[in-house]
């Protein structure tokens, strides 16, 4: 199938979780698998491999977030460890996985945009 429509914007398709050509139809099946093509514009999603790239990303912003309210709380308030454990776990699990699949959705729309692939050694 041809597709001769705009370009979507690689980030806010990939943040809504959209086809990084033609930002409409769906580009994920699941939580974070995705669909096997795009049911709007037909793009084949076989490129996409974000690998740990999206992980990566999380665990440096969400452990900023997190670590910094967890050290601010203790230094103005000092309460005991178990209100950290009740506050902050489920604030990292929500953090987290809140931020998994619109990140891995952005690198996909990337690799699509910049047309990167896997690396190669010319003999």
């Not at 665990?59 to 900023?64: D, E, M, N, S, V």
């Not at 506050?87 to 987290?96: D, G, K, S, W």
Request: charged content about 20%; hydrophobic content about 45%; overall charge negative.
């Amino acid at each position: 199938m041809r597709y001769d429509g705009p370009e979507a914007d690689a980030v806010s398709a990939g943040l809504s979780g959209r086809c990084p050509r033609c930002g409409e139809g769906k580009l994920f099946d699941g939580f974070l698998t995705t669909a096997p093509s795009c049911r709007a514009c037909g793009l084949d999603y076989k490129f996409a491999d974000s690998g740990d790239g999206p992980a990566v990303f999380v665990i440096l912003i969400a452990g900023f977030i997190i670590v910094g309210l967890l050290l601010w709380t203790e230094v103005n308030y000092e309460p005991p460890f178990w209100v950290h454990l009740v506050i902050f776990l489920p604030l990292t699990l929500i953090v987290c996985l809140g931020m998994l699949r619109p990140l891995k959705g952005v690198m996909i729309g990337l690799q699509y945009r910049n047309k990167a692939e896997q690396g190669r050694l010319e003999d």
